[in-house]
């Protein structure tokens, strides 16, 4: 399964570390593509409507874009959002309608969770233009979140890539910190600085060295936001929920099901399929063999009832014909003769009706039925339809019938 990674391009601040607030959103998209989630096939900036196409599409905030504090969730249902606002009114520095929140994956009203916050605009902004361009975005993932491991991560700042930036993440929470002054080696403990894995970007990794005073792993931009692949965050909660209908929502479904949590699944409902074909080919196999020996054993028995009966086409057919043959020198008559349709009809005739009109053709007896009402002709056709003969009613006649042979003989 493909995936794809979009880096969303920062939140816009007003002279923000020197750089001019800009109206409107950005046009160009950093990405990668990875075609199984460990290698990267393609990777560049390119507008949204040239972004390569994939099975699953995953947003990437930074870490300066996402905010984050721990509360007790309120029991609220489907009023969550509103009821997360009320909640945290007096620490958040912005209005609330202003402002996204996501939960914690798992998480339930009242629980103690962590709760995701960014700007409401710029989130939905992003989402929109891609999805304008016809990319549609399966899950938005922060590119650090609050871990029971300390991790930190040098990386070049984005305005000046003479600066140095710490995304350091731990059990109490995730920020970005700048690495000028003694204020972030104040707030890391001894042993957060002992405990935590620590990675840099190769472009600031012998700084970041230096600073820490310890070996780092270098990793790359896009070796640590395939780690993403591995996480349930997905910011794209309440408002902005992703919103599927027919085609695309069993597309969403199929590619949650590609996923690789789901790959014991996948091979359990493979198994299961394959064992039901096997067991069906067996059983039509079986059912084959029993027809087959159901077919000899008729055969058989015109062989040897019938030794004059060589050539073996429809064997019950020629069985009936031979029987008819014996019945007619016997002088018995047949099931089709006048005789016995009249006989049958004489079996079940209404002792208050009288017969006005009669005529036989070809194997079959018409009655007259004129003034006779529904209940007599009912009960008249139920009674030679339980002895086995074939019945038409029309226009105030009766028809009686044998039951059809098995048809003509094959050529």
Same mark, same amino acid.
């Given at each position: 399964m493909t995936n794809l990674l979009i880096f969303l391009n920062p939140r816009n601040r007003l002279r923000a570390m020197g750089r001019p607030s800009v109206e409107g959103l950005p046009v160009e998209y950093d990405y990668l593509l990875s075609p199984d989630g460990v290698q990267v096939s393609a990777q560049g900036r390119c507008p949204a409507a040239l972004l390569p196409r994939a099975d699953h599409v995953i947003a990437v905030a930074a870490a300066a874009d996402v905010s984050w504090q721990r509360v007790q969730l309120p029991r609220a249902g489907r009023q969550m959002r509103a009821a997360l606002a009320g909640t945290m009114e007096e620490s958040l520095l912005e209005d609330p309608e202003d402002l996204h929140f996501a939960i914690e994956p798992e998480a339930a009203g009242g629980d103690r969770a962590w709760v995701a916050i960014t700007s409401m605009r710029w989130l939905a902004g992003q989402l929109a233009q891609l999805e304008a361009a016809q990319v549609f975005v399966d899950s938005v993932a922060p590119l650090a979140r609050p871990e029971l491991l300390p991790r930190g991560h040098f990386h070049p700042s984005d305005s000046d890539p003479q600066r140095m930036l710490l995304s350091w993440s731990h059990a109490e929470g995730a920020a970005e910190l700048l690495l000028e002054g003694n204020l972030?080696?104040?707030?890391?403990?001894?042993?957060?600085?002992?405990?935590?894995?620590?990675?840099?970007?190769?472009?600031?990794?012998?700084?970041?060295?230096?600073?820490?005073?310890?070996?780092?792993?270098?990793?790359?931009?896009?070796?640590?936001?395939?780690?993403?692949?591995?996480?349930?965050?997905?910011?794209?909660?309440?408002?902005?929920?992703?919103?599927?209908?027919?085609?695309?929502?069993?597309?969403?479904?199929?590619?949650?099901?590609?996923?690789?949590?789901?790959?014991?699944?996948?091979?359990?409902?493979?198994? $299961? *399929?394959? &064992?039901?074909?096997?067991?069906? @080919?067996?059983?039509?196999?079986?059912?084959?063999?029993? !027809? +087959?020996?159901?077919?000899?054993?008729?055969?058989?028995?015109?062989?040897?009832?019938?030794?004059?009966?060589?050539?073996?086409?429809?064997?019950?057919?020629?069985?009936?014909?031979?029987?008819?043959?014996?019945?007619?020198?016997?002088?018995?008559?047949?099931?089709?003769?006048?005789?016995?349709?009249?006989?049958?009809?004489?079996?079940?005739?209404?002792?208050?009706?009288?017969?006005?009109?009669?005529?036989?053709?070809?194997?079959?007896?018409?009655?007259?039925?004129?003034?006779?009402?529904?209940?007599?002709?009912?009960?008249?056709?139920?009674?030679?339809?339980?002895?086995?003969? $074939? *019945?038409? &009613?029309?226009?105030?006649?009766? @028809?009686?019938?044998?039951?059809?042979?098995?048809?003509? !003989? +094959?050529?």
């Open positions: 972030t080696r104040q707030l890391l403990t001894p042993q957060m600085l002992q405990t935590a894995q620590w990675s840099a970007s190769p472009a600031v990794a012998a700084s970041a060295e230096q600073w820490l005073g310890a070996p780092v792993t270098v990793l790359t931009s896009a070796q640590r936001a395939l780690r993403l692949l591995d996480s349930n965050w997905n910011l794209r909660q309440f408002e902005l929920a992703p919103r599927t209908r027919g085609v695309r929502a069993l597309r969403q479904l199929l590619r949650g099901l590609m996923r690789p949590n789901w790959r014991p699944v996948r091979w359990g409902l493979t198994g $299961l *399929i394959l &064992v039901q074909l096997l067991g069906l @080919n067996l059983l039509a196999w079986r059912q084959s063999q029993q !027809l +087959k020996q159901q077919r000899a054993a008729i055969d058989t028995t015109l062989t040897s009832s019938f030794p004059q009966q060589r050539a073996i086409l429809d064997a019950p057919l020629q069985m009936r014909r031979e029987t008819e043959k014996l019945r007619g020198s016997a002088g018995r008559p047949g099931e089709q003769e006048m005789e016995t349709l009249l006989a049958a009809a004489a079996s079940r005739w209404p002792v208050e009706r009288t017969l006005e009109a009669w005529s036989f053709e070809a194997g079959q007896l018409q009655l007259s039925a004129k003034g006779w009402n529904d209940a007599q002709v009912q009960q008249f056709s139920q009674q030679l339809r339980s002895d086995g003969w $074939l *019945i038409d &009613v029309s226009e105030g006649r009766i @028809n009686i019938r044998p039951a059809a042979p098995n048809g003509p !003989l +094959k050529p």
